[in-house]
DNA sequence: GTTTCTGTTATACTTATTATATAACAGATA
DNA sequence: TATCTGTTATATAATAAGTATAACAGAAAC
């Protein structure tokens, strides 16, 4: 498996899980209806507890970005991500600002931050070209 | 005072206010050299323990933004503050990956999401214009 | 010089979060 | 029936967050 966790960052387990999900699905590497690992295999290719991977699991298909079935498994949600909704949007809201903000201080202009911003989204776009 | 902590929220209450400390000078409210409240003060205003208010202040301390005296207490750096180094870009791009991720799962294109960092970096910036 | 304010440091304690460890249950498949 | 799946239930340990007191030392004002 491609993921990778670094036990050291401050960041929890299951955060860097389901950042990296997110990530995978927005880049296309993973694509609606494929199936990801069972949690005890997963968690046993990482080295952590299973509850830690299902804690994951559990953030993402509450926010609809997983589907699960009893046997089959988890599966990237097939019909339709769910869209920026209000909610989404004032975490984006909350979390760009508070970037902004010391990017501001720091002395990047408006110009720079946004252009940041692009290159960032495009750069993890490009992760998934090659179809997988 | 004009800082506001919400002791429901899941986001720590020193990192409320060390957030709000670094828009408050991205804005111009709070200008070089400007004065703080003393820890004691500040956390009898907000209703909050003196060591909280202390830690947001030694996170700011540490990074470049404010001085400390011993009298005077707590002041905004006055002198220059810190540039974009190594360590913030890195963070940065982690943050704003993380947001861009989740975006683009949700539907919104490069475009939109980079108007939408400036969009709130502009806002941002505009509470200040009254030269406080 | 004493008082008073400042940041700072040191303990101690409570609470919440994170992560782990086992165990068991129920649905689905071979 | 045996095995794999997600799920649930406890229990425990480690860490982080927040509070509560107390005390120290520098600096300014009386």
Redesign the interface.
Known sequence: MWMEIDLQSDVPIYTQLV?QL??G???AQLKPGDPLPSVRSLAADLGINLHTVNKAYQILKQDG?LQVHRKQGVVVQPGG?????AA?RAK??R??????????????T??E??????A???Q??SKGEDAK
């Not at 760009?96 to 002395?107: D, K, M, Q, T, Y």
């Open positions: 950042d997110i990530e699905i927005a880049s970005f991500m769910p869209g920026a909704d989404f984006l809201e979390g760009i600002r508070s970037l902004a903000a010391e990017a501001a201080v720091r002395g990047m408006e110009a931050f946004a252009e940041r911003s692009a960032v989204y495009r993890l776009m």
